[in-house]
């Protein structure tokens, strides 16, 4: 049953990307880049989302544009005008078709440069919030501790409904990096707080061997 629940996120998280990169066009991505940072400036300071903004595009080019991996991701898939010209006879071929692949390359790599400034962001978040979630790990052992001492009863489907539900909030950072649209930054601190319940609620009501 686990497997077959990390199987189906992980496909659909694969669709996602694919759905992405083949129909949204690319200057919606840069907008929703834009957006996020202006929203993030209200919510925690121009300071901070300058910093993120920073690090993400010294991020981007230091692993894709400096080493050279997105020009020969261009190079590979669409032909420069040059070649284009030294093709004989079939100049025009597919020109269309090498449009569509150039736009659905900018659509990919714009979405990648998004996605780490949205990691940079959800990494702003985690001091301030991973204290609560290990209150609540330390809460859920507490009551289990209890239900041990007076012979309480641990819940299984509860326990069922949790683990499930941990694997959701799993994949959500992936299917967020991977979003197209703008996503309000105060989405991340409601995550934590539903992974921290989760949590709670999945040692709670952890059977016994």
């Known amino acids: 049953m686990l ?5 189906i996120w992980g496909a ?12 949204v066009p690319p200057t919606l991505i840069v907008n929703a880049a834009y957006k996020e940072e202006a929203v993030l400036a209200d919510t925690l300071g121009p300071e901070v989302a300058e910093d993120i903004s920073t690090k993400a595009r010294d991020t981007f080019n230091a692993w894709f544009v400096e080493t050279g991996v997105m020009a020969e991701s261009f190079t590979l898939f669409v032909p420069t005008e040059a070649n284009k ?8 071929l597919a020109e269309g078709l ?17 996605g780490i400034q949205r990691v940079y962001a959800f990494l702003t978040w985690m001091p301030l919030l991973i204290p609560f979630v290990i209150a609540c790990a330390f809460d859920g052992a507490t009551v289990r ?3 041990l001492l007076t012979f ?5 489907p509860i326990y069922g409904a949790s683990i ?14 991977a979003w197209p649209f703008a996503a309000p930054p105060l989405i991340v601190p409601i995550w934590f707080i539903c992974l921290a319940l989760v949590l709670r609620s999945l040692i709670t009501n952890l059977q016994r061997m």
Not at 3 to 7: E, K, N, Q, T
Not at 165 to 177: E, G, K, T, V
Request: proline letters at 2%.
């Open 98 to 114: 090498f449009e569509v692949v150039r736009r659905r390359l900018e659509s990919a790599w714009n979405l990648v440069f998004v």
């Open 85 to 92: 010209r030294a093709s004989t006879g079939i100049e025009t």
């Open 3 to 7: 497997i077959r629940a990390l199987l």
């Open 164 to 177: 499930h539900a941990l694997i959701i909030l799993a994949f959500f950072p992936l299917f967020y990096a």
């Open 152 to 156: 309480g009863i641990s819940s299984a």
């Open 145 to 147: 501790r209890i239900k």
């Open 12 to 23: 659909l998280l694969i669709l996602e990307g694919i759905v992405v990169i083949l129909l």
